[in-house]
């Protein structure tokens, strides 16, 4: 216990490994930008990564919340996300903007993962981590027969929120799609920032999260907070999944199935409790993914996925509490 | 004693009812209940792994991919002998499982969740990597196919020599070592457990389960393995094969088993929902309800009904 | 005159081990009350079964309300403020923070009350974006009872607060607890090892023994009981 109390401050106030993580991600900044200077296609594959891995951030960071609130690993998380954006499709297609289908999409998704939380989740957590991961790997195949019951397996096209426009910056060429996707990841992200950082609600979802004993003991209804923290995560994953969608120009089942896995990848690599690492996590799986396809000829696009497994696996052994996160105390 | 004789009784009537069954079903249905048998392998060998050390895995699904890759290649290239290549499955994903098992060493339930998982995505992926010899997206065929009451029978006396080891392997020291591990990793260390062999020597074994029920399920397949077959659903299904099993009873895993080989094909007789997705509307309800309703599985409602039927 | 905390034969258990065996006890409006015991009593128990946070049976009545069925939550919002063992701050968060946290069932603007809590804590004002786990041990136990009288609570449950202290951390700790309840009229029931200072803050205190309440009596009565001398004075 006190080696946990200990190394929770390290980690807060920086711990030894900090100022060596900041340095090697200035420094990879540097290259990417270097890399970018020397190169038009390096410079492009960058923005693109950039964008993508905005996309497994903000999935990565949904996971994170879920897993600070209730230690739990949510593997229908990316299924969830697909769910909502088939929600958001339908509601494009009874006439609907957009824009408009967005918002009422995330507060749908809020609700919706709120619910899972209390009638599914709740009611297994105190029996095991076990149990409660076997019920969201249920969640993941229910969702996705679900969604193919409802919609089918075939590909469908909503229309393209950012237009088809492009931007060019010096020889570089660079997708207004891109730009907005990066944008729209960003401003939620910091508006989740606000709620926890600045608001009472974000306070007490967080006590809750830290020391639920010790919440309920000044009023904080745990539970409920709890379960607000799964509807939040799952309003990331409807975010997510929107910004997906058009980077994939389609909408399928699978949408999200192998960016679950480049969001568990990042959120391992930035730690799994924190939800800074699980962002900048996700940029770092994002960018690199498209540069070692690219300029690595042993690992050509199928090897995404094992690239992402690799990833994880390399952190587990090197630096089990990732760039940011802290070290898990479990001392055996 | 008694709950001895009962056991016995209970394998005895078992391994009966499924020596006569091929005679009396149809080819379509004994080719069902060796699927059953396929599955009642991978549930069993998870069994081993989750109910007895606590530890999870939502990737055995790619310990059956290497099991099934490596039968349905050395039957295409050397045209090994079928039970011949499902050893040398046994044997490699037993190594497999114990290089997975190492990293898990350091892992926590939600680690070694996540990284089962990510396993679970990449393997069926490196088919299409090296796919001049792995086959690529279009697969690998045995050298020739197999029976119906072929695979019947291999499936199923397979089932019964793992689940004889498995009984040997955990009625003693290790069993008693694996359970020490899940209910106190700290207690077991402190009674003197090497944790970190038993840990891995769990997912050895289990891996190499898995491996063994992959090479069969090639063969059910026609002798085919191909990336698809072995999709991150597989993995869900023997978990939730798992779940529906409960700990440590035959009948649950038979059940667990049953549940998961049958029901596609139950399924998509179903109306309504008996689409080809119809069935994992059925398979996700299913567990969900199964986690709620019956915290032990099948087994532990068995036990339930027993001890209400004593009372 | 009711009193504002009622315990009547209360049992509480944690999983299958009895640990109460029929509390009974009263602590009137605007009194300090101790409780005493060995090492084991049940004294952090009942403090528990009042809050909520452990189960329990029996009847408990706060300002004429029955508390018996309420969670930790609800009773907090009735105005029950628990500082447990071992402080409980949120030593992740600041200072500001586990403020804010104590007042969490208040509505609206919190600045009066932190004013208030300002004036018997003046150093907290400065210390408020410091992290709370990063202030010495007597520091986190005063931003406990701090953090606890922001609610403005009608009852404060107060859980061996000497616990670890300095002598003179304690002797202020106690000062500001009689003041609170001097000039704010703030009701205490008090778990205390230390049975000198506990009787000296309190009127009336509960001896408990094993789960059982096995003497009570105003402070002056335990003082001079032989018994109590012995056991928990040590003369
Ligand atoms: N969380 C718990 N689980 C099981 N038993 C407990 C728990 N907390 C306390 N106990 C037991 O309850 C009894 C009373 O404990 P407690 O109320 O903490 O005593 P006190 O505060 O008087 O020292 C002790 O025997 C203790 O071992
Ligand atoms: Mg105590």
Redesign the interface.
């Given at each position: 216990m006190v080696t946990a109390a200990t190394s929770r401050l390290e980690g807060l106030r920086g711990g030894a490994g900090f100022p060596l993580v900041s340095l090697v991600l200035v420094a990879c900044a540097a290259g990417l930008l270097v890399g970018s200077l020397r190169s038009a296609t390096f410079a492009q594959l960058t923005v693109q990564g950039l964008a993508l891995g905005a996309v497994y951030g903000i999935l990565a960071l949904a996971l994170v919340l879920v897993y600070r609130a209730t230690r739990v690993i949510n593997f229908a998380q990316g299924e969830l996300a697909m769910a909502t954006t088939y929600i958001a499709y339908q509601l494009i297609q009874w006439g609907l903007s957009y824009w408009e289908a967005f918002v009422a999409t995330l507060a749908i998704a809020l609700v919706l993962g709120t619910v899972l939380e209390l009638t599914l989740i709740r009611p297994v957590l105190h029996r095991s981590g076990i149990a409660a991961v076997i019920v969201t790997v249920g969640l993941f195949v229910l969702i996705d027969g679900i969604v193919n019951w409802i919609w089918g397996g075939d590909f469908k096209s909503m229309p393209s929120p950012f237009g088809t426009k492009i931007y060019h910056v010096g020889g570089v060429s660079i997708a207004r799609l891109y730009v907005g996707m990066f944008v729209v990841v960003v401003v939620s992200a910091l508006l989740v920032w606000v709620l926890f950082r600045f608001t009472k609600l974000g306070l007490g979802m967080r006590a809750a999260a830290l020391r639920p004993a010790e919440a309920a003991l000044v009023g904080v209804r745990v539970d409920w907070m709890l379960a607000v923290g799964w509807g939040l995560a799952a309003l990331l994953g409807a975010v997510a999944g929107l910004m997906a969608e058009p980077s994939q120009f389609f909408l399928q089942p699978t949408l999200m199935q192998p960016i679950l896995v480049y969001a568990f990848a990042a959120a391992v690599l930035g730690g799994l409790d924190s939800p800074a690492g699980a962002l900048i996590g996700g940029l770092a799986i994002g960018v690199s993914l498209n540069l070692v396809v690219q300029y690595v000829p042993a690992i050509s696009s199928e090897l995404q996925e094992p690239f992402a497994f690799a990833v994880i696996i390399a952190v587990l052994l090197l630096k089990p509490s990732g760039l940011f996160g802290h070290q898990e105390v479990r001392r055996v | 004693m008694r709950s001895r004789i009962a056991t016995v009784a209970s394998l005895l009537i078992a391994a009966a009812v499924l020596s006569v069954l091929p005679f009396v079903i149809s080819d379509y249905n004994v080719s069902l209940v060796a699927r059953v048998g396929v599955f009642f392998i991978a549930v069993l060998g998870l069994d081993i792994l989750?109910g007895y050390t606590?530890q999870?895995s939502?990737g055995h699904g790619a310990f059956m991919a290497i099991g099934g890759y490596t039968t349905a290649v050395l039957s295409r290239d050397h045209d090994t002998n079928l039970i011949v290549t499902m050893l040398i499955a046994f044997a490699i994903c037993f190594v497999v499982g114990l290089l997975v098992g190492l990293?898990a060493l350091?892992?926590?339930?939600?680690?070694l969740?996540?990284?089962t998982?990510?396993?679970a995505?990449?393997v069926p992926?490196?088919p299409?990597?090296w796919s001049s010899f792995l086959g690529g997206r279009d697969g690998v065929q045995t050298s020739h196919e197999v029976s119906n009451l072929w695979l019947y029978g291999v499936a199923w006396a397979a089932s019964a020599v793992l689940f004889v080891l498995a009984w040997l392997i955990l009625r003693g020291r290790v069993g008693r070592a694996f359970r020490a591990v899940r209910d106190s990793?700290?207690a077991a260390?402190a009674s003197g457990i090497e944790?970190p062999v038993y840990k891995t020597l769990a997912f050895g074994i289990s891996a190499a389960y898995a491996g063994v029920a992959g090479s069969l399920f090639v063969l059910a397949n026609n002798g085919f393995a191909a990336p698809d077959e072995f999709g991150?659903?597989l993995s869900?299904?023997i978990?939730?094969g798992a779940?529906v099993a409960g700990l440590g009873s035959l009948w649950g895993v038979l059940a667990g088993a049953a549940f998961v080989g049958l029901l596609p094909s139950v399924s998509s007789s179903v109306p309504v929902?008996g689409?080809?997705?119809?069935?994992?509307?059925?398979?996700?309800?299913?567990?969900?309800l199964v986690?709620?309703l019956l915290?032990d599985g099948f087994a532990g409602l068995l036990t339930r009904i027993r001890r209400l039927a004593r009372a | 005159m009711t009193a504002l905390l009622e315990l009547q034969d209360v049992e509480a258990r944690y999983g299958p081990v009895h640990v109460l065996h029929g509390i009974s006890l009263a602590v009137e409006e605007g009194s300090v009350v101790a409780v005493l015991g060995p090492n084991g009593a049940g004294k952090t128990t009942t403090l528990r079964a009042v809050s909520g946070t452990v189960r329990r049976a029996g009847r408990i009545r706060f300002a004429g309300r029955p508390l018996d069925r309420l969670g930790p939550a609800a009773v907090a919002r009735l105005g029950v403020a628990h500082v447990p063992e071992g402080r409980g701050t949120f030593s992740e968060l600041t200072v500001w923070e586990n403020l804010r946290l104590g007042a969490y069932t208040r509505r609206g603007s919190i600045q009066p009350e932190l004013e208030r809590v300002f004036t018997y804590f003046p150093w907290l004002s400065d210390r408020r974006r410091q992290q709370a786990g990063t202030l010495s041990g007597g520091e986190q136990q005063m931003l406990a009872l701090a953090r606890a009288f922001v609610l403005r609570p009608r009852l404060l449950l107060l859980d061996e607060p000497s616990l670890g202290l300095a002598p003179v951390l304690v002797a202020e700790l106690f000062r500001i607890v009689r003041e609170l309840n001097e000039k704010e009229g703030l009701t205490v029931l008090l778990v205390e090892q230390n049975a000198h200072l506990a009787l000296q803050a309190a009127v009336a205190g509960y001896v408990l023994e094993a789960g059982r309440v096995v003497l009570s009596g105003s402070s002056d009565e335990l003082r001079a009981d032989d018994s109590v001398r012995r056991s928990y004075l040590g003369y």
């Open positions: - | 989750t606590g999870i939502i990293p350091r892992l926590s339930g939600a680690y969740a996540l990284v998982f990510a396993l995505v990449s992926l490196l299409l990597k990793e700290i260390v944790l991150v659903v869900l299904q978990l939730i779940a929902i689409s080809t997705h119809g069935q994992d509307v059925v398979f996700g309800a299913a567990v969900i986690m709620l915290p | -």
